[in-house]
Each structure stands twice: as structure tokens, then as C-alpha cells.
């Protein structure tokens, strides 16, 4: 039975007109400031041509015009193509192509990419964000109901080989992945929700897709600002974060003694496995994480460690949410408890597949299980365990190194401020890993400190067998580690 | 695209299993221990020959051996039967006869009426509960998965006018009742919801499949004791009650002066529509009402007054839950506020259908929309007024007269214990309002002083023209009082 329901924000607005929808800076916009606003949009959209079943690039930041027309283009069944805005013109020129879409609405920063996608792809119709302000408004019905198995929004994958895949997310990816967070984190009417990742990513879009659903408000931040964090964080202003390693390593350097509120419930940590410092910190300083597992393809987190478990199990990314389920395969079959394999995941928030990839589409789908490209393992209690990227995997000597573990070792080390391991070539071995390093202080003993220091938690195999001291580790727009790209330090 | 989510009972116990699951008396299952004696169930079962797409049907009361039976049916993807413990055998023949059901499992109480079964209709296997015990335990594997489109039970109505129907509920209309309920309510890890709804009624299944969703305990109690109730109410020991209108009488009647505790918030009122008075007694006591309507064909609430309202429209139902829709519809057209007309639903949660009535599937169930049966109307910013059944309207010289209203005038005089509105036939104006009366003190001038009272709010023509007084009002199983048997204290 195809399932229909109801058009998200007309149904939010009609349900509760005068709860806060979002925060931005002082400004704050109900249910019902914002549905006016998107109505607006959505008229001078028509006008513009826009129909439903078409794509739209979106180059935006994180501003509240950017909430208005991605859900201006929800209220005209448009399927919103999200581009990271740290991308060169020709990366966002292929995903144009690939997605088939009409036109881009960017900010006003963005005028210069936009000029060069123009030049070498002028079929596109590019309008700045001020542009669509100035059009008029043809009058429309607005849809009531959503088709669940309606693609709602296209979001590339940075993608480890080859080029970048677009993933389909429908309506129906973003409603159960909202619902099964709501299962697992509990849903209060007190509830605020940070929003400090891009709404270009999974996990910034996510929370918007969850406002709407809930009745919640987020608070939206233009760019993640430790500072400022910390202080909605203390003061109680924010009920729920979501955030990468990286930032709350940002945010505990810069918390000193102060404490954040007891209001504040849930750090819902993603992107990289944790580094085990990290979570042992967050823990001293009473800090309420939730690591989870989640990437574009699932719609934000599927695996999630519930709060009774998040002292016990310590590392792991918990287990499935509710309407989901996870195994570890390997070679055809499932694997025993605590056998690395490939996480395999199952949900019907996993998007259905790639954009115009039937290749890929029929070996990371398969029989409704979606094959991550990471490698983890369960514990007896099921507990997932996330080791890395199956291609970060390094093989040396026929022993494979998980480069996360090293990683997670470095970062131990009080002179570290950033880690990255990979492989290289080696004659004898195949591959051997290296370290690049963020130091805190150049010291002249740096490096043999580094090596004892791994000396006394890793078999010597897994201990990097060189070394580089980086001003910094190449991160993507969501502020994750891009392994495969370190080696450039080397190279180039 | 056919959504599958994993078993609801196996994944709540594979994710939480030492959270409580229910309560009865002094006894607390987790969910670790019910899926274990589930499980033993599941195998007795399978001895007796029961396999996925059966029909069992159920005559049990509120006791954890029915909570048992209920989810081990679910194991097996059995559908449950759900026999109203207060028909006749014949009735329960019918239903037995309507939805093929191979096997009746009634608790020892009810020996004398299976026994009467089985003489009219020997082609039924007969099982107390007790014996299922004896049963040896044949090994199976145990479902992974739900089709949400499948029958997880089967609920006859009691019908308003010739046989009852069966009404199909399937895994996806419990899952999005549940999850509907969640986005309205909120979910608490504090929360204890208390079923003393019996558990063949949608209100109290609908209560053991949230628990197992949400992964929440709840409070079985075989029986509505009022006294009882205010205790766990008073002392914080539940958070969320459903009730019906004359249990919270009842319960409002016995508290005195004590207030139930913080931690109480909500109560879920359900059934007909409920008098004025009593929703302000509420108000005085800070009782946290939700009115709510819904029915077994929308799988429990879809329409329910949320906590920011429930004040500011007394007397609502309120609006849909977020996944449904609702229209006020006549002669084929939707409309406009504060005009009654028939109440039309939609949502995931609603049935499919009936069992074996393709013409009433084809009159109630129109383009995706249920026909309630229930009249009412919506006010200018779409909250529910529900006025009566379709069925129970009556007609006097081509007035409308709805019995609920004139019931809830009644009962706002202080004499007046309980109150039933029915119309009977009359020469002059086709119908005329009778009212029938339980009375809390007999006084020589009851009728006179109730006259006199209906004469200062209501119009002439709905003031009733004859008053009986009775010693009890004729109710179902649910306690909703069955207006069409009213007539049976003159005719009988």
C-alpha cells in the first residue's frame, strides 16, 4: 500500500500555528511566521517555471532563507538538490548534470562559482537567492499530502572512489528516520535542537526535517562557533546537539570549568568513529553523549546507543533504532559476534538507491540491505562497534590495520591535536601505515616520543612506520577526516 | 513500496531488554522476561498446529497470561481475534463463523459460555489457558520481520445497526497509531501508561503495542476499580491513564480532595463525547484531560486536543494527529466550518477494511477516506466538535436533535447520576426526544425539576418529552452506553 501524509509543514502549521519553528541569531519564527514566508517563495517559484518532479540545486548557507526555500520546495513536491558549498565548480557541474536539475539558487557569496558553473555549463538557470525575492507570485493550490516513496531531497556522497553518488532520499527516508530517533531519544515538548552542521549535509537537513515533524524548534547557527556553542549549551538554550568529533573536541578545549546545563540532554555524536579520550572525557565532565552511526544513504543516524547503555558500552555506536536492523557480513553470510565484516543495514529510512548508478545500486543494495562500506563488528549483546571505512582498510603483511584505532591512539597522546593514519606502498609488505600529525608544540623529540608512546598499546605492526607533521588534516564540508587524501601530503 | 520493520517484540527486547514491559499487582515483567515466556507460548502454540496467517480468536481477561498470548500470536504472525468477554455465545459464534478462526484460548472463567460455544458450533478447537500450559514446545524460528501491511488482529464493532463487522488492523495501522500518538503526546523514559481498558478493546490493545514500541511499561489492571486508580494516580505511580467518561466520573466522584500527583499527565479520554461539566470539574481539580476521538476502525485516537489547548477548547476532540486528516462532509461535498455533517478520517492508521463486507467497505471506506459514522463539525481554525452518532441522531418535525447534548444537560443537575437520550416514534413530529434517568436521590419532583432545568438551556423541541427513571444504563463492554437499547426499558 503506497502510503500518503499529510504535506509536513502545512499539516505542522494547521496543528500548532504558534509553536517556534527556528531560531536564527535574536529572531525567532513560529510555525506559522514561517509557513507565510515559504507560501511567498513557493508562489514566485511557479513563476519561475518550477513544477512538481523537478530538481533544484540549492548552494546555500546556513541562514533562514535557506530553511524557506527548502521547504518551499517540499511544498511543491521539488526535489531539493543539495550542494556542499566547499565543492570546486566543475564537482558541482557533474552533480548538476547528473541530477538533471533546472537551476540553482545560491547565496550572494556564491556569485563567483556560480558565474564559473555558468561558463562551462550554461544551461542552467542561475539565480541568486535575492533574485527569487524580487519575482511575483502566481497563485497555486499547495499540495496536502506527500507520497511516501516521493524523493524529497538528492545529496551527493563524497564518494571514496570514483565520482560522487547522488543519493534518493524520500519523504518516507526522512519521516521514519525522524520517528525512530524520536523512539529512541524520547520526544519533549522542551526540546531545541542545535543545528550547527550545514543543511547541505544529512545531518544539518535532518534536523530540520525533524522540526517540522516533531512541532520542535532548532536553533539554526551559519557556522559551528565553539564559543558560542558552549554558551547555548551552559545557559540551557539548546536541549539536543548534533556534532562530529572534531567539534566537541573544539568545545571541551574551549569549556574550561564551566558546565553545561542540565537541560541539555543529548550530544548525538556521528561522522568518525570517537576517539575513546574523547568519550572517556565527555564522561569525566558529565557530558551526555549518544555516539551514533548514520550516513547520508540512511538519512541520518540508524544505530544509535540508547542512554541506559552509554556508560557501559562505552565506543560502541549502540544498536539499530527501532524500524531498523544491522548485520556483519562477510563472504555470503553473517558473521559471529565480534568477527569483523562489512556493516550491513536495513531500514526503511535507507534510501532506496543512487541516482542513474544501477551498478553500484545492485552491489550496495542488496535484498533490502544496504552494505555501508565500513567494517564494525557486534558484541554478544549486539552492541556495534565501528572499526573504519572498508577502504581505509590497510593491509600490511596480510594483517589488516583499522586506521581509526591508531588514530584513536595518537590522540591520547597530550602533544596531538589532530591524527590521520593511511597506507602506502611498501615492497615487503604491500602496505605500511603512516601518521600525519597536528602537533600542539613543536618539540625537537616529537617523533620518538610518538613511537614509544604507540609502543605501549599497539602490536608492532600497527605502529605507523612514518611520520609528518601537518599544519592540518584535509576535512570535508561536515568537518569529517578524507583518509584517501592525506597521502597528497606525500605526493604533491 | 511494501515497508517491513522488524518484529515489534523481539527488536524491543533485543534493544532494552531489562526496561520494564508491564505491571500487574505486585508483579513487573521486563521485556527480557515476557519474550522469554513468549517465546514457550509461541512453541505450545505451534504444537497445536497454529501456523502464520491463522485466525485465534481471544477470551481472556486483563491478566499477564493474556498480554503473554497476545504477543505470542504476534510471534507466529497469527491473527488474534479479539472476543468481547460480554456477548452471548451466539454473537460469539457469529464471530468466530466470520473470521474462520480455528482455535478459541479463553481464560477458566469463561468455561461455561466456551462450552455453550462448542454446542452450537463443534467445528472450534477449545483451549483454556490453562491447558496451552500443558502443551509440549515444538522448535521454530521466530520471525525477523513484520509486513506492515499484514492483519495483526481482527475487532468486531459492536455495530450500531445489523451484524458486527470485523475490523482489519494491521501491524502498520498499530505502528502508526502509536507513532501518531508519540508526535502529539511526547515520549517519556518516565512514563507508565495504566490499561484498565480491557485488552479486546482497541483502547487497551492499542496500549500493549505502544508499550512495545516505545519501549514503556505499562500498568495492567483486570479490572476499573476507581479506588484503586486514585491511589497509582495520587502517588505518581502511572503518568498516562485512557478512560472513558463514566470511569472518570466515577474516579472524580471517590477522590475528595486529595490531587493526583505531578508526575500524572495525562488522561487520555476517549468514547463519547464527554459533558461539559465534567471537563470543567477537571479543570477545577487540574485533572490533565486530552479529549480524544477515535474508534477501532482508526486503530485508537486520531483526532486528540493537545496539551497547549486543552483548556482554550473545551469540549474539542481537537485535531488530527499528525500523520491523519480529517472533513466534515455532506452530500458529497466537504463543509464549511461550524456546519455538522458527517465526520470523515484518514491516516495509516486507519483499517483497511472490514472482514467479508465488501458493501459496507464500499460505503465507509471512500478514496482512502473512513466514514466515522459520528456527526460533528469543525470551528474556523479546525478544531473537532464531535455531536452524536449518525445513527443515534434524531429527528423531530425536520429538527436535528442530538442526544449528547441533551444528555450533557442533564447530567449537569446535581440529581442526576447518569443520563440517556433516545428518540422514539411519534404521530405528530415523526420523532420525539425520551431521556432515561439514573437518579442519585429519588425525589417526588425529579421530573418536574429536571423539566424545569432543560427549560432554562435548551430549545423547546429537544427538551425530552418523557422522563423514565432506571436503575442502570444499558452499556458495552467499553462502558459506552449503547443508545439504541435504551428503548428496551418501554418496549420490554
Not at 550542494?83 to 566543475?90: F, R, V
Not at 547555548?232 to 566537541?248: A, D, K, R, W, Y
Not at 552491489?363 to 572498508?390: A, C, H, K, Q
Request: proline share 5%.
Amino acid at each position: 500500500m503506497q502510503v500518503t501524509i499529510p504535506n509536513f509543514l502545512k499539516q505542522r502549521t494547521f496543528l500548532t500555528p504558534h509553536r517556534q519553528a527556528f531560531i536564527f541569531e535574536n529572531e525567532v519564527w513560529s510555525f506559522n511566521d514561517m509557513y507565510e514566508r515559504v507560501k511567498v517563495l513557493s508562489r514566485k517559484m511557479v513563476t519561475l517555471g518550477v513544477k512538481e518532479g523537478d530538481s533544484i540545486a540549492l548552494l546555500l548557507k546556513n541562514r533562514p532563507e535557506t530553511v524557506f526555500i527548502i521547504h518551499a520546495l517540499q511544498q511543491l513536491r521539488v526535489k531539493a538538490v543539495f550542494l556542499n558549498n566547499k565543492l570546486t565548480a566543475s564537482e558541482m557541474v557533474f552533480q548538476l548534470k547528473d541530477s538533471e536539475a533546472k537551476i540553482i539558487i545560491h547565496d550572494i557569496e556564491f556569485e563567483h562559482i556560480s558565474k564559473e558553473i555558468s561558463n562551462s555549463y550554461p544551461f542552467i538557470l542561475i539565480k541568486s537567492q535575492n533574485e527569487i525575492e524580487t519575482l511575483i507570485e502566481t497563485e497555486i493550490n499547495f499540495v496536502d499530502e506527500y507520497r511516501l516513496d516521493d524523493v524529497c531531497s538528492i545529496m551527493y556522497t563524497s564518494g571514496t572512489t570514483g565520482q560522487p553518488k547522488g543519493v534518493l532520499q524520500t519523504y518516507g527516508n526522512h519521516w521514519w528516520s525522524a520517528t525512530g530517533a524520536a523512539l529512541n531519544l524520547g520526544i519533549s515538548k522542551e526540546d531545541i535542537w542545535l543545528c550547527a552542521m550545514p543543511l547541505f549535509h544529512i545531518s544539518g537537513i535532518s534536523i530540520l526535517m525533524r522540526s517540522v515533524i516533531y512541532g520542535m524548534p532548532f536553533y539554526l547557527m551559519e557556522k559551528f562557533n565553539e564559543n558560542l556553542v558552549n554558551k547555548l549549551l551552559c545557559s540551557g538554550q539548546v536541549t539536543i546537539m548534533s556534532v562530529v568529533s572534531t567539534m566537541l573536541q573544539k568545545m571541551i578545549a574551549s569549556l574550561n570549568n564551566q558546565k553545561y546545563h542540565q537541560r541539555f540532554r543529548c550530544m548525538l555524536l556521528g561522522g568518525d568513529p570517537a576517539p575513546r579520550h574523547l568519550l572517556e572525557t565527555c564522561t569525566q565532565k558529565e557530558i551526555p553523549v549518544f555516539q551514533s552511526f548514520g550516513m547520508t544513504e540512511t538519512s541520518s543516524q540508524i544505530v544509535t546507543l540508547s542512554p541506559e547503555d552509554s556508560l557501559k558500552k562505552l565506543g560502541s555506536v549502540g544498536k539499530p533504532l527501532f524500524p531498523a536492523q544491522l548485520k556483519i557480513f562477510q563472504e555470503g553470510k553473517e558473521n559471529e559476534p565480534s568477527i569483523p565484516g562489512d556493516i550491513m543495514v536495513k531500514g526503511p529510512n535507507v534510501a532506496s538507491g543512487y541516482l542513474n548508478r544501477p551498478t553500484a545500486n545492485q552491489t550496495s543494495f542488496i535484498d533490502g540491505w544496504f552494505n555501508t562500506g565500513d567494517i564494525g563488528y557486534v558484541d554478544e549483546e549486539g552492541y556495534l562497534y565501528v572499526l573504519d571505512r572498508r577502504s581505509d582498510l590497510i593491509i600490511s603483511g596480510g594483517e589488516n590495520i583499522y586506521p581509526a584505532e591508531i588514530e584513536a591512539v595518537l590522540l591520547s597522546h597530550p602533544n596531538v591535536e589532530e591524527a590521520g593514519v593511511t597506507g602506502i606502498k611498501d615492497p615487503i609488505w604491500g602496505q605500511k601505515p603512516v601518521a600525519f600529525i597536528v602537533l600542539k608544540n613543536k618539540t625537537s623529540t616529537w617523533e620518538e616520543e610518538l613511537v614509544e608512546f604507540c609502543q605501549k598499546t599497539l602490536a608492532k605492526y600497527k605502529i605507523p612506520k612514518e611520520f609528518y607533521k601537518v599544519n592540518q588534516l584535509p576535512r570535508n564540508a561536515s568537518n569529517k577526516l578524507i583518509r584517501r587524501n592525506l597521502i597528497r601530503y606525500i605526493t604533491e
